[in-house]
């Protein structure tokens, strides 16, 4: 059996982060993962400017570093299509120069990314990685930490610490956690890759369209690399349930009949299965840590619940995870109140975004409001650029939560 001060269960974006954020103080840590590498993983695919920021974090040079995989597709920001049809365009980067600037934001299949990520691990001598290894069993050790066995009851590994960051359908959050899936709190998705797709933005904006016989669920279309297409669907947990929907025939229904997909899909081919996922969503308050553990990313319900992005945060709270981890060892010190700084610092960080991005999800029982807001600034350059700020900026987009914003857009 294996015994270490830090064990993180998990090699996607958030574990794989907080491995190379204590490889960069020096802190050495075991690093598991159920699968080898490449492998998939059911996503949009889209990669913020917080995800580019958080690569910068680890290491100044992987933004760049990123942008030279031919499977990173540059992306500079967001459509949004109103129950209306009306497009209101939000930049990632105000002003941007695709020809100068760097990319604000890519798009990359996860099976690339997450690889991407993972050579950087290997390359870490202070990270000791270990892939096909299926953790199964989590048994509290008399003098504090863990003991980690597959199906079978083998003891694999002892920690002090762990770091869990092993996906929206951890065992461990469940069973260990307390932490229980609310359908109010999240959302269930589906994912297919087509090619041919036609009128992708020249620019690499993703669009999310949200058409009124779906509310309060969105279809989305991604660019990616070499002419193909990330397309889904999400919505509320809830609101499936509520509505009897059928994600994957619903999908179909609105490529098949909604005139402009029609026509864009006319000559597109599905290339993958369409395949489901959860979403967790960071639209409450959770207490992610306790005794000798911490929750990271999706483990952690820390997704967007406007946009379902979910990558950047799980990067941010293995950022996090990494400077709690080194404060814990330092003072020897792995008691729930200790760890309460994890929860501190990721909800200091995330809370604000997260808490109006939930009140912007509720903006979707109001489609009409949505399309005044949206036939607006499509017409309206000043108003178009002033939201675009608040996407980026959060204090402004504190206005979006103001009766005030939008009774000055209806009377005026």
């Not at 270990?130 to 509290?140: L, P």
């Not at 609105?254 to 959860?278: N, Y």
């Amino acid at each position: 059996m294996h015994q270490t001060d830090i064990c993180i269960l998990g090699a996607g974006p958030a574990g794989a982060t907080a491995a190379l954020h204590l490889a960069n103080k020096g802190i050495s840590s075991l690093l598991l993962d159920k699968a080898a590498f490449p492998r998939d993983k059911v996503c949009g695919d889209a990669l913020s400017g917080k995800v580019v920021n958080e690569l910068r974090r680890i290491a100044p040079e992987l933004p760049a570093l990123l942008g030279q995989q031919q499977e990173a597709l540059p992306s500079w920001g967001i459509h949004f299509i109103s129950p209306g049809g009306h497009r209101l365009s939000v930049p990632f980067k105000y002003n941007y120069k695709p020809a100068q600037d760097t990319p604000a934001g890519y798009i990359s299949k996860r099976i690339h990314f997450d690889n991407f990520l993972v050579e950087q691990v290997r390359q870490r001598p202070e990270i000791n990685f270990r892939e096909n290894v299926d953790v199964a069993k989590y048994e509290r050790t008399p003098e504090g930490g863990f003991i980690l066995s597959d199906k079978q009851g083998q003891p694999l590994v002892q920690a002090k610490l762990l770091l869990v960051a092993n996906g929206a359908q951890s065992g461990f959050t469940r069973h260990v956690a307390g932490l229980e899936q609310e359908p109010e709190h999240y959302c269930a998705g589906l994912r297919a890759y087509y090619k041919g797709v036609e009128s992708m933005d020249g620019d690499g904006f993703i669009e999310l369209h949200f058409f009124r016989d779906f509310l309060p669920g969105y279809f989305w279309i991604f660019p990616l690399p070499n002419g193909q297409a990330n397309v889904g669907v999400g919505m509320l947990s809830s609101a499936v349930s509520s509505k009897k929907v059928n994600l994957k025939k619903e999908m179909l229904r609105m490529i098949a009949s909604h005139p402009e997909l029609q026509r864009r899909f006319a000559k597109a081919e599905l290339v993958d299965d369409i395949r489901g996922f959860g979403l967790p969503l960071g639209s409450r308050k959770r207490v992610i840590s306790g005794d000798n553990y911490m929750l990271l990313g999706d483990a952690g319900a820390l997704i967007d619940p406007f946009t379902g992005e979910g990558i950047s945060n799980a990067m941010i709270s293995g950022r996090w995870a990494a400077a709690q981890a080194e404060k814990c060892l330092a003072e020897q010190n792995f008691s729930a109140q200790f760890m309460q700084g994890y929860d501190k610092a990721v909800y200091n960080r995330l809370w604000k975004e997260l808490k109006l991005s939930r009140q912007m999800q509720k903006l979707l029982n109001y489609p009409w409001l949505f399309d005044k807001v949206a036939s607006k600034a499509s017409r309206n350059q000043a108003l178009a650029e002033t939201i675009s700020c608040m996407f980026n900026d959060l204090d402004l987009r504190e206005r979006l939560r103001q009766p005030s914003f939008y009774a000055k857009l209806l009377f005026n």
